[in-house]
């Protein structure tokens, strides 16, 4: 018998990647840099689960700074727009 597969449902082996970055935000902004050019890229992450850790590697170590904040991208999002 044939497995039938949901658009939206994904294999544990899929590789489903992840960008983690963050930066200096404006004052009062919740999404806007005050560099573009001197964002922090953390990296490409296979999967969310390996993102995540990075995130919250990098969001420990910036805690008492309010003023920088970091962010996940589903890069996979991007790349295959009818694939989540």
Request: glycine fraction near 6%; aromatic fraction near 8%.
């Amino acid at each position: 018998m044939a497995e039938i597969h949901h658009p939206h449902e994904h294999h544990p082996d899929e590789q489903l990647l992840h960008l983690v970055f963050g930066g200096e935000l404006k004052h009062g902004s919740t999404d806007e840099f005050v560099d573009p050019s001197k964002l922090h890229i953390v990296g490409i992450y296979p999967s969310y689960a390996e993102a995540l850790k990075a995130w919250q590697s990098v969001a420990r170590a910036t805690i008492d700074d309010a003023s920088i904040r970091y962010f996940i991208v589903h890069l996979h999002r991007l790349l295959q727009p009818g694939h989540h």
